[in-house]
Nanobody
Framework: VQLQASGGGLVQAGGSLRLSCAASGRTSNKYVMGWFRQAPGKERDFVAAINWSGGSKSCADSVKGRFTISRDNAENAVYLQMDSLKPEDTAVYFC?????????????????WGQGTLVTVSS
């Protein structure tokens, strides 16, 4: 499956952005989808994940209560709604997928990656 992330941009602290990730190719498989982010000079960190049905989700503690992951399987898309953004949320955000059932929170579990989309939060 191929993934295309979009929706990044420049936003002031306290603002909101909605990232989208469009999947194409072998979308008939049931994929767990995840979002990760990588700030300059830092490792790529887990942000959120959602299972195929959307009934099971996981978020990093740093974004709980502010970020929401969702998906629309009819549109082959996954979304990350980001509210109450902080300067420390500035990073390149990546969507990822793996064919499985269990939620995964480490990047090594995912075998399909999209290109990143840059989110910059100004103070």
């Amino acid at each position: 499956v191929q993934l295309q992330a979009s929706g990044g941009g420049l936003v002031q602290a306290g603002g909101s952005l909605r990232l989208s990730c469009a999947a194409s190719g072998r979308t008939s498989n049931k994929y767990v989808m995840g979002w990760f982010r990588q700030a300059p000079g830092k490792e790529r960190d887990f942000v959120a994940a959602i299972n195929w049905s959307g009934g099971s989700k996981s978020c990093a503690d740093s974004v709980k209560g502010r970020f929401t992951i969702s998906r629309d399987n009819a549109e082959n898309a996954v979304y990350l709604q980001m509210d109450s953004l902080k300067p420390e949320d500035t990073a390149v955000y990546f969507c990822a997928a793996y064919s499985g059932i269990l939620l995964a929170t480490t990047l090594y579990d995912y075998d399909c990656w999209g290109q990143g989309t840059l989110v910059t939060v100004s103070s």
